[in-house]
């Protein structure tokens, strides 16, 4: 995971210019909405990119314009203008193929407004001859129109480059630093009356309102006699297309945040269970390789009957997090706070556990033997050696030959890996690298 900062870039333009498919073409998968019916990315999407090894966060909006006719002009608007107000930098995308118009002049205006460094990509430049086409672009006052092809990768690298040039200089966290703690979660499950127990103050401010808490506050605490780095974010919260600034500021820290952590805590309300949001949001925190604590908060305060219901929600709803431990405790009485601590030194000790080369490949090799991969597409697969590439989380590189391995049989080893290390708290993760008849 990182350890700075991440610079946010938000992606406007107006409908249909290919703003999706050049965030596609950038993170390399295919994960915001194409189609060529203008308008079809409504809602503010946040993805992790990476160039020249430096990470950072790439906001698609929808497209601006001004057509009164439409039912979502006005809500796709204010969300690219939150979205430019709140970025580091602006990827302002135009059609290079298509003449200047009023929605390109309009969003222009609003990019300058904010004072966000920006940089233009002209997009649909499939070659050389086009490129003379985007030279009407300059009149918008934004600098030079980049031609790209989103769909074919032309240009796309150079435009990179010039989008890091404007991001503000990379913040790197102290060596010296404390372990950083990400505490997420719904909007009132209780982050910041945990925080505040935590800290022994009101820290925070705390209301009965969903979604009070709006900035994140760094804050450092010892438990049992450990220092640790607090960051309280914003509730995750379902993004419609009304959503309110704050909010949407809040999801975009929340994901910042645990893509810095080393640890998260998920707070969930006992009292409602753990929910499809909450479901989300572990997800996106072991995807992010923070190892994870999920806090039952305000366990008191259910019946005893209730409780079993609860209980049965967390298999149901987190199963595929089953590795992280569970504390049932109450933020507001602090019943039960006390056991924080020794989960949080076992999660991030398991987060950085290596193991060495050669006990690695005997254990691999034994597992491979008891259960050998199973071929695909006729063929089988042979696993050469393993070797652990790094922690927090645990990443193990498996180099083998013939078939791929499928993903059933990486579970597998996963499985057997947690369970000769009791690796509890951390996600794990295996990757392949396959020899080739080339290689």
Not at 68 to 87: C, I, L, M
Not at 231 to 256: C, F, H, K, Q, W
Request: charged share 25%; net charge neutral; proline share 6%.
């Amino acid at each position: 995971m990182s350890s700075e900062r991440l610079a946010v870039v938000a992606v406007v333009g107006r409908p249909n210019v290919g703003k999706s498919t050049l965030i596609n073409r950038i993170i390399g998968r295919r994960s915001a909405v194409v189609q060529s019916e203008p308008g079809v990315t409504r809602d503010r999407r946040i993805f992790t990119a990476e160039w020249a090894d430096r990470p950072f966060l790439l906001v698609d909006t929808g497209g601006w314009e001004r057509d009164p006719s439409s039912t979502f002009s006005e809500a796709v608007r204010h969300q690219a203008e939150t979205a430019v107000s709140g970025a580091d930098a602006v990827l302002f995308v135009v059609d290079g193929t298509a003449s200047l118009g009023e929605d390109d002049e309009g969003m222009a205006a609003v990019v300058k407004r904010s004072g966000v460094p920006a940089v233009m990509a002209a997009n649909k430049i499939d070659n050389p001859r086009r490129e003379m086409t985007v030279a009407e672009y300059w009149s918008l006052g934004l600098g030079e129109p980049h031609p790209v092809s989103a769909i074919h990768g032309r240009g796309v690298g150079d435009l990179l480059d010039e989008v890091l040039s404007v991001l503000p200089e990379r913040q790197a966290r102290p060596t010296d630093e404390p372990n950083r703690i990400a505490i997420v979660g719904r909007p009132n499950t209780g982050k910041s009356t945990l925080l505040n127990r935590l800290c022994g103050s009101q820290r925070v401010i705390v209301s009965d309102v969903p979604g009070t808490t709006r900035d994140p506050v760094d804050v450092d605490v010892e438990l049992d006699g450990v220092t640790y780095r607090l960051v309280d974010t914003a509730g995750i919260r379902r993004r419609p297309r009304n959503s309110d600034e704050a909010d949407y500021y809040a999801v975009l820290r929340a994901r910042d945040a645990l893509s810095r952590a080393d640890a998260a805590l998920l707070v969930v309300d006992a009292l409602e269970g753990a929910t499809y949001q909450d479901q989300k949001i572990a997800r996106a925190a072991a995807e992010a390789g923070a190892a994870l604590v999920v806090l039952l908060n305000k366990w008191d305060a259910i019946d005893p009957e209730q409780r079993e219901w609860t209980e049965a929600s967390i298999p149901d709803r987190l199963g595929f997090i089953s590795w992280a431990p569970v504390l049932r405790l109450s933020a507001l009485t602090g019943a039960r706070i006390g056991r924080l601590g020794a989960a949080l030194e076992l999660v991030l000790e398991n987060a950085g556990r290596r193991v060495p080369t050669g006990e690695l490949n005997r254990l691999v090799t034994a597992w491979a033997d008891a259960q050998p991969p199973p071929p695909h597409k006729g063929r089988r697969c042979r696993i050469m050696y393993a070797v652990q590439a790094g922690v927090r989380p645990p990443t193990v590189v498996l180099f083998t030959a013939g078939a791929r391995l499928i993903p059933e049989y990486m579970r597998y080893l996963e499985r057997k890996l947690r369970e000769q290390y009791d690796l509890v708290g951390t996600p794990v993760r295996f990757l392949t690298r396959r020899r080739t008849r080339n290689t």
